[in-house]
């Protein structure tokens, strides 16, 4: 069949007046797709642009390499019920076939994108590759819109935990069965649909009972091994433990199969339509010398399981900020709850990067966010408590965003301390935002302070400022990390440095009788803040 271009356009001018278009594959519909889709669709509103996206059905990999291919992370059908979801004005599916497998990037650009009416703009993803042979089209089409002063951009990519966020990376990720890692770059768990089909009837009879779930041969599967996942019936969730793998202790057919054991449930589903979210890996699949070994290892997985549910239930958090990579709120999270979590680190060069606050509040329990983007969230959030002027919180109370500030009760907490050991003078180092927190507290404590700045330029005298301070005197470090300063040498003062495991800054004060805290026990303490203000932990 023909690759029709008056059809397609016919279609696409269905949207009427100025529009721009977005065009990919977005398989897995990703956080970079998510974010790629965002930013397009904040464009198009600023500049009063109707919005088009553009995908392909099959993808290019299952058109070449066939429907047993097992690639793709979601199906057709639920990549289109997630995009249906972005706010898109209209949605238009490219059949990919061999007309369109043949067609070079130039006549693809001239006769289906240059050619729709109305448009202005542009909107490509990081790795845009287009037509036969792929070959400099995005060079190609940067000239050729440019002639036709058609705005293009190319959007970069989007890191997580420092590593940019892909449909590839996401395919190797579950293979290697990495879940809780494809649950972070997708912005949700894995999950697949099937058909549940009579199995060999072993597992009700001997071991305990299974639903054998049918998938479509060209989505791509975990890799082999037991998993904690939810099975949805009648949309409904229910606990599970699935085994993916040829049941080795059981039949010699080498034959993968999928067996899910819904925990405390005993219905027939037999044909029924299911999904199976997945949660975590358990265990590898392996061989058992026989059935009783193998039921008691599945008696076991089933207890872990239970257990994990009642410890950890759906505890998943992220710090959102940049250059973020020393963090150390997982551990310090950890080991506060003593569990393990999910915690992702969202590092964004740029604000424009950040995830909407709809996916955050979906994904995470529990947001943190450091510097500098304490202020950034301000104006989307339905509250704001604790400090007006910069939160570091996010708290997600059933359709409310709550913005907190744990930096504001932990730094009051120190501050007391430091003023109950007799502190007289305060100086703070630095004008960001926590300089002026720090500022808002102690004029709230009716304590006297002076601020040295790069702004005011006393921070450049410190030296002459601090010297011969003693005890009675709190330098407090708010600069960046990076920042080196002066201090004198002849001074006894008390030095409480914001930033931790800062070893430069520890280095200052060996040659004096400086006393010198770092700022581990105030992260603590915003921890435990935020987690009381997640209903995680008490106080």
Not at 33 to 38: A, D, E, G, M, V
Not at 298 to 316: A, M
Not at 376 to 386: A, I, R, S, T
């Amino acid at each position: 069949m023909n690759l029709n271009i008056t059809s397609i356009l016919s279609n696409l001018c269905e949207v009427a007046g100025p529009c721009g278009v977005v065009i990919g594959n977005f398989d897995g519909v990703h956080l970079g797709h998510q974010k790629l889709i965002k930013n397009f669709l904040n464009y198009c509103e600023i500049n009063g642009l109707k919005s088009i996206l553009i995908t392909f059905s099959p993808h290019p990999y299952i058109y070449f390499n066939g429907k047993s291919s097992k690639y793709l992370i979601t199906s057709h059908m639920s990549k289109m019920n997630i995009l249906l979801q972005q706010g898109i004005n209209k949605i238009v599916v490219l059949d990919f076939n061999k007309d369109l497998q043949e067609m070079p990037a130039e006549k693809f650009i001239d006769e289906v994108l240059l050619s729709i009416s109305g448009l202005k703009l542009i909107y490509l993803g990081h790795d845009f590759k287009i037509g036969k042979g792929k070959k400099d089209s995005l060079f190609t089409l940067k000239q050729k819109a440019k002639e036709r002063e058609i705005e293009v951009i190319s959007e970069e990519p989007l890191l997580v935990s420092g590593e940019v966020v892909g449909s590839s990376s996401i395919r190797q990720m579950l293979t290697d069965g990495l879940i809780p890692e494809v649950s972070s770059k997708l912005g949700r768990n894995f999950c697949f649909h099937g058909v549940v089909e009579r199995g060999r009837g072993i597992g009700s009879k001997k071991l305990v009972a299974t639903a054998n779930i049918l998938v479509a041969p060209e989505k791509i599967i975990p890799k082999s091994g037991v998993y904690a996942t939810k099975l949805y019936v009648g949309g409904k969730p229910f606990l599970s433990l699935t085994n993916i793998g040829v049941n080795p202790s059981v039949t010699s057919e080498n034959k993968q199969c999928i067996e899910v054991h819904v925990l405390d449930f005993s219905e027939m589903i037999y044909d029924e339509q299911v999904s199976v979210e997945f949660l975590y890996r358990v265990r590898d699949e392996k061989k058992f010398q026989n059935i009783s070994k193998l039921k008691e290892q599945i008696l076991q997985d089933i207890s872990f399981v239970k257990s994990q549910q009642r410890e950890s239930g759906s505890t998943r958090m992220a710090l959102v900020g940049k250059d973020i990579k020393h963090s150390l709120s997982q551990s310090i999270y950890e080991n506060l709850l003593d569990q393990t979590l999910t915690y992702d680190l969202l590092d964004y060069e740029r604000e424009e990067l950040i995830l909407p606050l709809n996916i955050l509040k979906k994904t995470y329990c529990g947001v943190s966010i450091t510097s500098p983007y304490k202020k950034y969230f301000l104006n989307m959030v339905n509250e704001v408590k604790d400090y007006p002027f910069a939160i570091n919180t996010l708290v997600f109370d059933g359709d409310k965003v709550i913005g907190r500030n744990s930096d504001f009760h932990a730094v009051r907490d120190i501050l007391k301390e430091y003023r109950d050991r007799e502190v007289q003078n305060f100086y703070i180092l630095g004008d960001g935002v926590m300089s002026e927190l720090t500022q808002n507290i102690l004029e709230s404590m009716d304590c006297s302070f002076e601020v040295l700045s790069r702004n005011n330029k006393k921070i450049f005298n410190t030296k002459t400022i601090l010297s011969n301070k003693g005890s009675s005197t709190l330098v407090i470090n708010c600069c960046a990390r990076s920042y080196e300063f002066a201090l004198p040498v002849g001074a006894s003062f008390l030095f409480w440095d914001m930033n931790y495991k800062q070893e430069q800054h520890k280095q200052l004060f060996h040659s004096t009788s400086v006393i010198y805290e770092d700022g581990e026990r105030l992260l603590a303490l915003q921890a435990k803040y935020a987690l009381s203000f997640w209903n995680i932990r008490e106080l």
